[in-house]
């Protein structure tokens, strides 16, 4: 089984700042991906980004990256630049290689003031 | 392509009413799932299916029943409402296990049961 842990459950970032959102996870997979989503407050799931565990460089997509530290078992998701819009909850997951079902960490709630 | 889509978007239920929650998508999918998304606690699996004709039970099945006699569709039933269903609830479909093949969300039901 997998566990997902966010521990930041909500946080406070000025507008044009950096933000970096922890995640750490457990799993006795070899082969894993990690999963950031952005949920805003209209409700809907936004998929971000993806690392997988073999991937030698880091992802980025856009202003957000993920710092993958696979001996660490964490997976942080970075958003630069912070935007007004950036104003939502995050959600890391992650599902073995050779499976579908993804678990989920409980969020964090990003608020980004002007 | 709409994606996945969801009906109802709002349902209110009275305790021990049965209903279904439907969910459909057009991007010829294999894998579909439920989650249901309750405060605090990020989303949890309730039932997936990994093609037409065969489903299985997530990490909180009970009270819930499903089954996908064609590829498109997967609705979601309850059989004898409880507060303790009150929640939003996702489906989810993504093309196959393939490496950082990320889960499509449709835009969430919100269900009270009363």
Known sequence: AQKITQTQPGMFVQEKEAVTLDCTYDTSDPSYGLFWYKQPSSGEMIFLIYQGSYDQQNATEGRYSLNFQKARKSANLVISASQLGDSAMYFCAMRPTNDYKLSFGAGTTVTVRA | ?114
């Open chain 2, 1 to 114: 392509n709409a994606g996945v889509t969801q009906t109802p978007k709002f349902q209110v239920l009275k305790t021990g009413q049965s209903m279904t929650l439907q969910c459909a998508q057009d991007m010829n999918h294999e894998y579909m799932s439920w989650y249901r998304q309750d405060p605090g606690m990020g989303l949890r699996l309730i039932h997936y299916s990994v093609g037409a004709g065969i489903t299985d039970q997530g990490e909180v099945p009970n009270g819930y029943n499903v089954s996908r006699s064609t590829t498109e569709d997967f609705p979601l039933r309850l059989l004898s409402a409880a507060p303790s269903q009150t929640s939003v609830y996702f489906c989810a479909s993504s093309p196959d296990r393939a490496s950082g093949n990320e889960q499509f969300f449709g835009p969430g039901t919100r269900l009270t049961v009363l």
